[in-house]
């Protein structure tokens, strides 16, 4: 089993930043693809930044050129720069990982448990 841990939300002024992580734990073999996703009230949960084992990344037009991935491969742990950040922002944000475990049987999907970022005066 396979479990991420989620942390560094919580309350900003617009304009401010944010640093996220999500470290994953478990009987991992290998991590693919790493990633968020967020929720606003009321609305679906919505993809905006991924990135691959190899470092390529992926990003949502609502937050390119404000927010940033990486990844620890050592650490089976991404991160989430957030500058500029605006009151669309606010939601609960939950990070992925796509892996592979040590007992084979094909790639699997995990989830954190979300992280409330507000950005309000």
């Known amino acids: 089993q396979v479990q991420l841990v989620e942390s560094g939300g919580g309350l900003v002024q617009p304009g401010g930043s944010l640093r996220l992580s999500c470290a994953a734990s478990?009987?991992?073999?290998?991590?693919?693809?790493m990633g968020w996703y967020r929720q606003a009230p009321g609305k679906q949960r919505e993809f905006f930044a991924s990135?691959?084992?190899?470092?390529?990344?992926n990003y949502a037009d609502s937050v390119k050129g404000r927010f940033t991935i990486s990844r620890d491969n050592a650490k089976n742990t991404v991160y989430l720069q957030m500058n500029s950040l605006k009151p669309e922002d606010t939601a609960v944000y939950y990070c992925?990982?796509?892996?592979?475990?040590?007992?084979?049987?094909?790639?699997?999907?995990?989830w954190g448990q979300g992280t409330q970022v507000t950005v309000s005066s």
């Open positions: 990135v691959t084992s190899g470092g390529s990344t």
């Open positions: 478990g009987s991992i073999f290998s991590i693919n693809s």
């Open positions: 992925y990982a796509n892996y592979r475990t040590i007992q084979g049987g094909g790639l699997f999907s995990a």
